[in-house]
T-cell receptor, first 114, second 114 residues
């Protein structure tokens, strides 16, 4: 069975601090996809990134970076120089081969204080 | 206008009542999903559908039913609502021809069962 664990329920940082959100997954599929979504206080869900299981290259997009390590089944998300607008709930998700079914972790609520 | 529209956005009802949440999309996607979000539990998959003739149970389908009336419409029903079905419900779509597994969400329907 597939499972996504986000052990950090809430994180609070001060603006400009770096913060890493952890994600650990379980799957028996050899091909799968990992995602991060953001849910700001307004409630909508926003897609941030997708990574397939064959691509372990880390990715950087502005202040956001993602570290995918198959050996530890982890897909961690780092925000550099956090800003108040980064305050949100962040969900890690796992999709099976073909993207038929996506399951989500419980989410990590990030508070960034000015 | 939103590409994925959910109605109603908010609903308060009483135990035992039948409730329908509707979802329509203008994205032309073939796949549609219903998730519920509860604090501390993330998003859990209720039902998903890959086309009009295809309906699949998700992680937590008990107490729910769905109907895919057309490619663009996917409704979720609670035949006899109970208080522990109080939650935020999201409809989502994806396109098997696009970025595999990427979900596009509606704005959510907040349901309260008294």
């Amino acid at each position: 069975a597939q499972k996504v664990t986000q052990a950090q329920t809430e994180i609070s940082v001060v603006e400009k601090e770096d913060v890493t959100l952890d994600c650990v997954y379980e799957t028996r599929d050899t091909t799968y996809y990992l995602f991060w979504y953001k849910q700001p206080p307004s409630g909508e869900l926003v897609f941030l990134i997708r990574r397939n299981s064959f691509d372990e290259q880390n990715e950087i997009s502005g202040r956001y970076s993602w570290n995918f390590q198959k050996s530890t089944s982890s897909f961690n998300f780092t925000i550099t120089a956090s800003q108040v607008v980064d305050s949100a709930v962040y969900f890690c998700a796992l999709s099976d081969t073909g993207g038929f079914k996506t399951i989500f972790g419980a989410g990590t609520r990030l508070f960034v204080k000015a | 206008d939103a590409d994925v529209t959910q109605t109603p956005r908010n609903r308060i009802t009483k135990t035992g009542k039948r409730i329908m949440l509707e979802c329509s999309q203008t994205k032309g996607h073939d796949r549609m999903y219903w998730y519920r979000q509860d604090p501390g539990l993330g998003l859990r998959l209720i039902y998903y559908s890959f086309d009009v003739k295809d309906i699949n149970k998700g992680e937590i389908s008990d107490g729910y039913s769905v109907s895919r009336q057309a490619q663009a419409k996917f409704s979720l029903s609670l035949e006899s609502a109970i208080p522990n079905q109080t939650a935020l419900y999201f409809c989502a779509t994806s396109d098997h021809r696009g970025t595999i597994g990427e979900l596009f969400f509606g704005e959510g329907s907040r349901l309260t069962v008294l």
